[in-house]
């Protein structure tokens, strides 16, 4: 997805929307923004880039679209595709205004600057301008509404059939095109108001190149600029390619690469040629300068060195050196020369010959040098060079004559001394001839003077070229004399101010002048000069002091100029040096800004590289706390079922240990049932051989109790039915005594509801009789089984006993029942009678009905009584039962039981039938009086 970028442009809040109080809701940071919600920051997106309100489109367009322009020229498919909802600024950044150029005017400027810029390709430039509205693609450049059909090719490519294309040749060719385009939109944006933000428009270009010549290989390219809804893309180049093409292509490439290689390899080997040569040249210059030094250096000691002998060599060691006073342990190996020496001390302290003839340098080259400061050019040096003199002493000898090679001036003590031991003549004592020998000896000191100070002038002056030297020769270590050093050296230059030299050595002129004593001689004179003057003695000394006094006067000259020439050269050097300083200055400044501005470009590089990771860091780190998040909610999460999970299984150990115990209490519960169950199979094996012990008779018994049963509740039966029969009777006998009474008197309501109510009774009574029945059934089923489990192998022994119990009370019960009934059928009776009673009596009758309703009713009470009784005793004889189907397992003894219990049941049902025969007496009687 290299090839996809999605930039995002952050609009201005415009005027309108100033208006309305809107304003931003997007933090944005680097390429990453997010909304801002009540003030809080939701969820960051990451974007290839996002350019701020700031941002023209022309930053855009340089930074995004640009790259796509330039491999649209070289052949590759572009698309440049604005997206966004309404109103966020895609006609601004795509079409822009005159004031800011948008995007498709900008590419198509830089599409022909491009072209331009490649002159060995030939382009055709075709646009076409379309339209997208409801899924409908129309030619914008085109008056004809055809169908244009969006087709993909075999290769993948989108193809748009029908779309017509129109041949460019510059941006205005473009723009026309365009405007054209964007009238026709108008006009159907006019027609449909919606059209403007819901159409979107794209502008493409089909950009052909060849190699200029190339006539068989057409690279095609499309570029679109448009706002669409979404994109594929595939880079490649497009071309139109034959085999022929393909072939002639590929070998014009692999001659083409072949040539950057060898060109590669030339570069290569003439890099570093050029850089040898470079290196070479270096050296040469630097060899060059050395030499130039060196040969300076050599020079100046020729100038200033003279080298004689040993001995006066080391006479000279004796001599104070003004030069160890000022920088004390810089003049190592320093030459150390004395006047009339032929030879100078190297570095090392070895002894150097060297040759040179004072005269011989030129005062104007002198001069020359110390006006212009500028270094002597090396055809200059040459010349200097080329004063070498003869290398045979002669000259040295000549010039400058040394104080020892100068004819020693005689000394004349002797005239002078007392001690002379002898009469000098007159004329040695005269005053003249004292007087010129004072001068002499005076200028003979005044000579040596000079000659000493010359030489320690020469010798500072060595000490300071050596020193100089020293420090050219520190150079040739590469190294510069650093800061202090060059103090140290400025140091050492000698004062500016001439006093030293006035003082020391004294100039000529301002030594005291020796008189010259040439009257002395001169034959001109003109008168007679005393004899003593005309003595050998005093004319030799004249003559002495006469060459005396002209060698002093060379001598001053000599040194003066020997002086001055030295300090020339000093000054010089210095010169050079401090330029050299100043300059190897200025170039390590140069190359310290170099290393400084690479070391900046790094940084800053670095810089941008940090931004960009920490970039790239801050969105992964944003990812990362968004998935820290999730893996929180879902460690929460699992840390919740853990929790459950836990329970459960706590639980589940906890039903385990109950399980456990359970199944250990049903061990111990199986253990205690296996002894359990060989105690009662013992038991049942000890009643079986009771069982077996059992009368027979006892079961026939028990058969025949049944069968009685049987019968008694047959009759029961009848009986109920016969009780259903009289309640019917009754009913029909309430019917006719309300027929009667409405007859007699109107009260026929009274004995309607009366009957209603008693025929609901009796209705109810016969529910409850049917419902008895069904008791009664039961229990007989029941018997059954109680006399069909006596007959089985089981230990009922008290059955019969208990069975028997259960039935006296029950008869108990049935008597106290049928004592009631009788009573209540007295009752009956005795208001039957009353009824009769008022009925023949003359008294209004009119209660009557009301009365035997009352009566009836009380009946109906009691007769509900009773059922309710007898249910109850159901129940509880149901009870009994199976009690005594529990209890028939026991052992207890009950041989008779069976016979007294047939015995008492059959009293019983006797009893019962004495009693129901009543029953039908009376009830026939109170039929009888009812009909009456
Ligand atoms: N970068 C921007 N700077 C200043 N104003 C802008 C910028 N972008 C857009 N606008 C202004 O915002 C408004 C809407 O822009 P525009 O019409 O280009 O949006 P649109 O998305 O093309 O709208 P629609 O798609 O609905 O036609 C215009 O007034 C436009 O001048």
């Not at 000022?326 to 032929?342: F, H, I, N, R, T």
Request: proline share 4%.
């Amino acid at each position: 997805m290299d090839n996809i970028k999605v930039a995002i442009r952050v609009r201005p809040i415009i005027s309108r929307e100033q208006k309305l109080g809107c304003h931003s809701n997007w933090m944005i940071k680097n390429n990453t923004m997010a909304p801002m919600e009540n003030g809080r920051v939701g969820t960051p997106y990451a974007f290839d880039r996002i350019f701020d309100q700031d941002k023209t489109t022309l930053d855009i367009f340089e930074e995004i679209c640009k790259p796509v322009i330039t491999g649209a020229v070289r052949g590759f498919h572009g698309t440049i595709f604005a997206y966004g909802q309404s109103s966020s600024g895609k006609t601004f950044t795509m079409s822009g205004s005159a004031m800011q150029p948008g995007i498709i005017s900008l590419s198509v400027e830089e599409i022909f600057k491009q072209m331009k810029n490649t002159p060995d390709k030939e382009f055709l430039l075709r646009i076409s301008y379309m339209e997208i509205y409801n899924e409908k693609v129309s030619d914008l450049l085109s008056t004809e509404d055809k169908p244009i059909r969006i087709q993909e090719d075999t290769d993948r490519n989108i193809q748009l059939t029908g779309v017509s294309e129109e041949l460019v040749m510059s941006k205005a060719d473009v723009i026309t095109y365009m405007d054209v385009g964007n009238e026709r939109k108008h006009m159907a944006e006019t027609k449909q108001n919606d059209r403007s933000s819901r159409s979107h428009c794209i502008m493409r270009m089909i950009i052909e190149s060849r190699e200029t010549g190339d006539e068989e290989a057409v690279m095609v390219s499309h570029l679109f600029a448009s706002r669409a809804k979404t994109i594929k893309n595939q880079p490649h180049t497009n071309e139109v390619l034959s085999d022929a093409a393909l072939l002639k292509r590929s070998q014009k490439e692999i001659k083409k690469l072949q040539q950057q290689i060898d060109e590669l390899s030339k570069l290569k080997s003439l890099d570093v040629l050029m850089e040898k040569e470079e290196m070479e040249k270096k050296l040469e210059d630097k060899m060059n300068t050395e030499h130039q030094y060196m040969e300076t250096i050599n020079k100046l000691k020729q100038f200033i060195i003279k080298g004689s002998d040993e001995e006066e060599e080391s006479n000279f060691k004796k001599m104070k050196r003004r030069r160890e006073t000022w920088c004390p342990g810089k003049a190592k190996g320093s030459a150390l020369d004395l006047p009339g020496g032929k030879f100078a001390r190297d570095l090392n302290g070895k002894r150097i010959d060297v040759e040179f003839q004072r005269s011989a340098i030129p005062k104007s080259f002198v001069t020359s040098r110390r006006d212009d400061t500028e270094l002597p050019d090396v055809s200059e040096m040459q010349s200097l060079s080329d004063l070498s003199l003869p290398k045979d002493d002669s000259l040295f000898m000549e010039f400058p004559p040394k104080f020892d090679d100068l004819p020693k001036p005689s000394r004349h003590v002797s005239f002078k001394s007392p001690e002379a031991g002898f009469d000098s003549p007159p004329f040695l004592q005269s005053k003249e001839f004292l007087q010129l020998q004072d001068d002499y000896e005076n200028l003979l000191n005044l000579y040596e003077d000079k000659c000493k100070q010359s030489e320690q002038d020469h010798s500072y002056l060595i000490h300071e070229l050596d020193f100089v030297k020293e420090e050219l020769e520190k150079r040739d270590d590469t190294e510069l004399p650093d800061v202090s050093e060059m103090q140290s050296l400025s140091d050492l230059s000698l004062p500016k101010d001439d006093s030293l030299f006035m003082e020391f050595p004294p100039k000529f002129d301002d030594l005291p002048k020796p008189s010259r004593h040439v009257s002395f001689k001169s034959p001109e004179a003109g008168f007679d000069s005393p004899p003593f003057l005309q003595s050998k003695e005093f004319l030799q000394l004249q003559d002495d002091y006469e060459n005396l006094l002209n060698l002093y006067e060379d001598k001053c000259k000599q040194s003066e100029q020997d002086h001055s020439y030295l300090i020339h050269e000093l000054d010089f050097v210095k010169e050079e040096l401090e330029k050299e300083k100043d300059e190897s200055d200025n170039a390590n400044l140069v190359d310290e800004l170099r290393i400084d501005l690479k070391k900046i470009q790094v940084e800053k590089n670095d810089l941008n590289i940090n931004e960009e990771m920490q970039h790239q860091n801050e969105t992964s780190l944003e990812m990362y706390i968004m998935k820290i998040q999730e893996l929180e909610e879902k460690i929460e999460a699992s840390d919740e079922s853990l929790k459950s999970q836990e329970n459960k299984i706590s639980s589940l150990e906890e039903e385990t240990k109950s399980l456990k115990h359970n199944v250990q209490e049903n061990e111990q519960q199986l253990i205690s049932t296996n002894s359990d169950k060989d105690c009662l199979q013992k038991e049942i094996d000890n009643l079986k051989i009771e069982h077996n012990n059992v009368d027979s008779s006892e079961s026939n018994n028990l058969v025949e109790i049944s069968t009685q049963l049987t019968k008694s509740e047959e009759e029961r039966k009848d009986q109920e039915q016969k009780i259903a029969e009289l309640e019917k009777e009754i009913l029909h006998l309430y019917t006719k005594l309300k027929e009667q009474s409405c007859m007699d008197e109107p009260r026929r309501s009274t004995a309607d509801e009366l009957s209603d109510v008693l025929k609901e009774h009796c209705t109810d009574l016969e529910n409850r009789l049917k419902e008895v029945e069904t008791e009664n059934t039961d229990l007989k089923e029941k018997l059954n089984l109680l006399s069909m489990k006596q007959l089985s192998d089981e230990p009922r022994r008290s059955t019969a006993d208990e069975l028997s119990d259960v039935l006296k009370e029950h008869c108990t019960d049935l008597e106290n029942r049928l004592k009631e009934v009788e009573t209540e059928n007295a009752e009956l009776k005795e208001k039957l009678n009353l009824i009769t009673m008022k009925q023949v009596s003359d008294e209004p009758r009119r209660s009557t009905a009301d009365e035997l309703s009352d009566v009836l009713k009380e009946h109906c009470t009691d007769l509900e009584n009773r059922l309710k009784e007898v249910e109850t005793e159901n129940a509880e004889l149901k009870e009994k039962l199976n009690l005594i189907s529990m209890k028939q397992v026991s052992n207890e003894p009950r041989q008779s039981t069976a016979d007294e219990l047939s015995e008492v049941l059959k009293e019983q049902y006797s009893n019962l039938e004495n009693r129901l025969k009543e029953f039908e007496t009376e009830n026939t009687e109170l039929k009888e009086k009812l009909n009456l």
